[in-house]
């Protein structure tokens, strides 16, 4: 079986059979160049950290990937192959109360700054407060044809992610 369902430049599901699987993808995702925000859902355990934490590993972070959790948004500064320094921030909305709160800490500034990458976690308890992200990323867990664990990955641009030329057919698990 093919771990591609759904093929197209704007919109691509994928199954995950294992955390390579995850970390393939995450490699991929960080070839896309994408800025602004992505936003992750699914329900806990989904994979949705883990995604990240390659995902950044993918970028050129070093260190550890801590959960943001508790702190709501972890930052990270990488460093490219041209010199430059890529601002990325996780952030993990699951604990938010209001999304008035976001306003307090200066979330504002995380996506308004230059080639930023803000991946959020539980985004849609903020959804009203957020401007549209440049790509959704939906992770459900089930299992596959053999009745192995799974993830099934779904992916969408936005109006946004479309204008900034992302092309989702290029992912290939």
Known sequence: MSN?????????????????????????LAALSLTGSVWLAGDLGAGKT?????????????????????TLVEPYSIRQSDGTNKPVYHADLYRLQDPEEL???????????????VIIEWANRADSYLPAPSLFIDMTQGSDDNNKDARQVDLRL????????????VLNI
């Open 4 to 28: 591609n369902i759904t093929d197209n430049k704007n919109v691509k599901t994928l199954i995950l059979h294992s955390e390579e699987d995850t970390q393939a993808l995450a490699k991929q």
């Open 50 to 70: 883990t995604l990240t934490r390659y995902w950044l590993q993918a970028l050129g972070h070093q260190g550890a990937v801590k959960s943001p959790t508790y």
């Open 103 to 117: 306003s307090f800490i200066g979330f504002d500034e995380y996506l308004d700054e230059p080639n930023a990458l």
């Open 158 to 169: 936005s109006k946004v992610g479309q204008a900034q030329g992302i092309d989702l057919s």
